[in-house]
Every structure is written in structure tokens, then in C-alpha cells.
């Protein structure tokens, strides 16, 4: 039998990872989700985090406008690496 307070617990959203270019700024888009943007305010791309069981990791993707999905770029353990994934693809 599982326990019910556990259905119950709401998802915490993550704080904003932190990224050691300065090129970039990221924007909340939702709990796990943030746009990435670049100094003139062009989106490349999105960053979402992603509970591993070896621990976080933040998937590069981009959206697909005409199927309104998201398409995987790159799985990283680093943000900076997802982020520059999106700058140079």
C-alpha cells in the first residue's frame, strides 16, 4: 500500500541554475523550464531540469512551432554546457 500524504506533496520548483557565461540570461518559463535568451533578447533555445538518479541534469531543447513540442538538443550534467549547445546549434 503506498502512503497518501505522499501523492499529495506538491512538486517544488527549482531556483534558476546559475551560469558562469554571462552571454545568456535565463527566463522562467515554469517550475523546471527556463528560456534562454541572448544579450539582445533573442530566445535560442529552453533549458529544463531533469531529476536523474545520479543527479540534475539540464536538457537543452528547442520548440518545434509546428507541432508545438519541444526537440531534445542535448542532455548535460553542467547548465553552461546545455546553454551552449543552444548558442552553437
Do not use: C
Amino acid at each position: 500500500m503506498s502512503d497518501p500524504h505522499l501523492a499529495l506533496t506538491p512538486e517544488v520548483p527549482f531556483a534558476a541554475p546559475r551560469l558562469i557565461s554571462k552571454r545568456e540570461r535565463l527566463v522562467r518559463a515554469s517550475d523546471h523550464l527556463w528560456r534562454v535568451q541572448d544579450a539582445a533578447g533573442r530566445i535560442l533555445g529552453h533549458l529544463r531540469i531533469v531529476a536523474d538518479p545520479l543527479g540534475l541534469r539540464y536538457r537543452a531543447e528547442r520548440l518545434h512551432v509546428a507541432t508545438g513540442t519541444f526537440r531534445l538538443v542535448g542532455s548535460f550534467w553542467q547548465p553552461d554546457d546545455a546553454v551552449q549547445a543552444l548558442r552553437n546549434g
